[in-house]
């Protein structure tokens, strides 16, 4: 296992540097400390498609050549071992899977059931609401919304894309938080998305997502990534760590 890490977090740099030079954003430098193991698995599976892709495309054009109709040497029968290709490819198709599925059980324990949720300092409850608002709810009954002027301590945070104000969700570093993702009663489904801290879920009604959180000091934007309604692009908010 730990050849594979290595080699993926090699490769994982390889990519980092590729989707930076292209201007892309990566999510693998993201502060939770749970999601780097998904990214590497994410890699994997992105340098495996990679891989196969080049391995496709090779054999498309090698047998475009040699079988072209205007290649008079081609040998057209008996060339082409059909069961033996198909008995492989579906033999390796089913191996790829099932190691993808295997190297992908370790960093999904790790975001579910993270080493260390039993010492969850405090549980926030985020509920996407009928108004296109985020409320975080406390343990001690306080709450607010993230686009609302009555954060903590009234402070507010402005967004540089839309000038706008937001009250931010202050989290301590290296503290675990578990975050209950929900949405009010008759509400539109939204999606609980923060992109450097690579954690997103969605927000049902009647359901509670649970995120478990620990994350590195910073400040963190985040969004609704579920298409909910016309103010669906003002479901913005903001975590901050410190
Ligand atoms: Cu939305």
Redesign the pocket.
Known sequence: MSVISRSTGRAAKFILAVTAFLGLRSASAGGSNFTPGFVKTMMLQIILSVVILGIVLFMLITFVKKYNVKNENANREGELNETKFEIGWTLGAAAIVIFLFVASIGPTQQIYNPAGMDNVEETIRVTGGRD?SWTFTFENGSSYKANSAKGFNGTQIRNEGNGRMYSPLYLKSGVMYKLEITAEDNSQI??FFVFDLSIKSDAVPGVINPIYLQADPGTYWGT?A????SL?YN?LFVIVVR
Request: a negative charge; one cysteine or more.
């Open positions: 296109f939204h999606s609704c579920e298409l909910c309604g669906h479901m």
